[in-house]
């Protein structure tokens, strides 16, 4: 019903929550951290009674060493979180796109989810004890693979008497950036460190290559990189293509021999790149489309990806239920959609398994952002280059959906994106936006036959697709049942929406450009002057189907000139009336099984 009006007052408040651990006494040396995995969406924190500091931002952090605040036995901590539109109520409520925060929009009243401005600590807090001696952010790489061997890269940090809390990654003000620090001044680690690297069978265990390197060591913060060939390695390939074969990958810090810090990570040997298709050039920004994982050039069968629940609600099981049915249905591609999540460790794990490739954009869409606070989205988005690039699912970074990265307001944001991502990534292809440099978002009401004949020299189309009504039964669990007592006539009339308010409050982009396209293209189907529901949701979903398989068959017919689609959506985050192939109960609509067939 409208029960959601209810809950508006929530983000009005500001909202506590408290917890007692109880922690072992910290060896003298060792750093104690507390990492915050996401809050949304500003934050302070107390521990023991101390100020910890302030945070915003719902994609990580903040991380703090904690060891002088912290006594063996109980340990208090507090924190504090308010709404992304704390002292700008009436402002979101008049623009629903985010202007001043990085929070994405369907989580600030957009996209039929207008009653939620979703708030709270949405992730997990962990507490992670180091010794002095530890290691931070290490980063492996699939060089180059044949059938016989396979070339990687392991670039890592380790620090001795330091961490990276005590680094800043740039001032902010003018000041000369480049401070030589010469061998008077370096002093070297009182023991000698060397770094492990093993790589397992996950499945039996095998260890299938083993390596010891001593690296040069001084106190502080240092830098390795090392190189490794493996031989006969199983490699990690796309649904469809082949395994998606994971090794277990662990990089050990030793201290005259024995291990003092270690991180274990799945990872998968694969190559991925892209290069110019065969199209003619249209624009003056152009890119590369198509894709080679493993040097094996292929058509990128994908899908647009939203929330799997609004109000992130994202146990591990929805996250396999809804992996599962990408992957059984030929998906190879899943784009994380930028009026949404960076999403989160286990949906990559879950691709990961599946051979389901990632395009990650970051909550920048729809909107120019001149008020963006600069340092904040840096902090935000470095933390989730060096969160998820180790993933061989991740397949390409984007800036953002449907905002002009050249723009005025824009170029700040976009900039410190695309240097981040070459700087602390560099192994994979990325976008400002999307639609970008040849790919295309495009919703046309005409017979879909015209996409292989208007849309030949399109190297790549990332959004395209037709409204349908999900399932009668879902739609009843959430309208009012006397709203379906008599036919649906006029739907695009204001009478319509006033005599039945449930039905309108479900139905998301409910506006003249959209309802008449999708009963013009179920009225093949059925009559649409007055259909009953359940009339309308298989007419719609009929209709909508043979737009798919017929759009689909045209570009995958273009190929190579066409060298992906990624329709929209896959699944919405809420029962609502859209365009999508599962509702937000997670049902399939008939749209599904089109195109997996």
Avoid at 71 to 77: A, L
Avoid at 298 to 310: Q, R, T
Avoid at 446 to 474: C, L, Q
Wanted: proline share 8%.
């Amino acid at each position: 019903n409208l029960n959601s009006n209810k809950y508006r007052w929530l983000s009005e408040k500001v909202w506590y929550y408290r917890k007692t651990i109880q922690t072992p006494a910290i060896a003298s040396g060792h750093y104690a951290f507390l990492c915050f995995d996401g809050i949304n969406y500003f934050a302070r924190g107390w521990l023991n009674g101390t100020l910890l500091g302030s945070h915003e931002g719902m994609f990580g952090g903040p991380n703090v060493e904690v060891s002088p605040l912290l006594k063996p036995g109980p340990n208090e901590i507090i924190v504090e979180v308010r709404a992304a539109n704390w002292g700008h109520v009436q402002e979101y409520k008049d623009n629903y796109r985010p202007v001043r925060t990085a929070a994405p929009w369907i989580f600030t009243g957009g996209s039929g989810a207008e009653d939620f401005f979703v708030l709270g600590m949405w992730q997990g807090v962990r507490l992670e004890i180091v010794p002095s001696a530890h290691l931070e952010r290490p980063f492996l790489v699939t060089e180059s693979v044949s059938p016989t061997e396979a070339r990687l890269r392991l670039s890592a940090e380790f620090f001795s008497a330091a961490h990276s809390n005590e680094i800043q990654l740039h001032p902010w003000n003018q000041t000369i950036l480049q401070r030589f620090q010469d061998s008077a001044t370096t002093r070297p680690v009182p023991h000698p460190l060397s770094l492990e690297f093993t790589l397992r069978d996950p499945a039996t265990g095998r260890t299938a290559f083993r390596q010891v390197s001593p690296v040069e060591a001084f106190r502080g913060r240092n830098f390795t990189q090392q190189r490794y060939t493996i031989p006969q390695p199983r490699l990690w390939w796309p649904n469809g293509m082949g395994d998606p074969f994971l090794y277990e990958a662990q990089v050990t810090l030793l201290e005259s021999g024995k291990a003092v810090d270690s991180i274990t990570f799945e990872f998968g040997i694969r190559t991925i790149k892209t290069i110019q298709s065969p199209t003619r050039r249209t624009l003056d920004v152009w890119d590369n489309w198509q894709f080679l994982v493993n040097g094996r050039k292929f058509f990128v069968k994908g899908i647009n990806w939203m929330p799997a629940d609004l109000l992130l609600d994202l146990p591990r099981a929805n996250y396999g239920w809804l992996t599962d049915l990408a992957r059984n249905a030929g998906f190879q591609m899943l784009r994380v959609w930028g009026g949404r999540l960076v999403e989160t460790d286990e949906f990559y794990r879950q691709c990961n398994r599946r051979g389901l490739l990632v395009w990650q954009d970051f909550p920048l869409s729809n909107t120019v952002a001149p008020n963006l606070p600069l340092e904040m989205w840096e902090a935000q988005v470095a933390q989730n280059v060096f969160r998820l690039r180790n993933h061989p699912a991740l397949a390409l970074w984007c800036g953002g959906n449907e905002s002009n990265a050249y723009a005025t307001g824009n170029a700040a944001p976009i900039g410190i994106f695309e240097r981040t991502v070459i700087e602390f990534d560099g192994t994979r292809p990325y976008r400002r936006t999307s639609p970008d440099a040849g790919g295309l978002h495009q919703y046309p009401d005409m017979d879909p036959t015209w996409y292989g004949k208007m849309y030949r020299y399109v190297p790549f189309m990332a959004e395209t697709g037709m409204h349908n009504i999900p399932e009668a039964r879902s739609m009843r669990e959430v309208v009012a049942a006397s709203e379906f007592d008599q036919p649906l006539s006029n739907m695009y009339s204001e009478q319509f929406a006033a005599d039945h308010p449930d039905f309108r409050h479900h139905f998301a982009e409910f506006s003249p450009s959209r309802v008449p396209r999708m009963l013009s293209r179920a009225s093949q189907i059925a009559d649409m002057n007055a259909p009953t529901l359940e009339a309308l949701s298989e007419a719609s979903q009929i209709g909508a189907s043979e737009f798919y398989q017929i759009l689909s068959e045209q570009l995958q017919g273009n190929y190579p000139n066409t060298a992906g689609l990624l329709p929209w959506v896959f699944k919405r985050p809420w029962p609502v009336i859209a365009i999508m192939l599962a509702d937000g109960f997670g049902h399939p609509t008939a749209p599904y099984y089109a195109l997996k067939r």
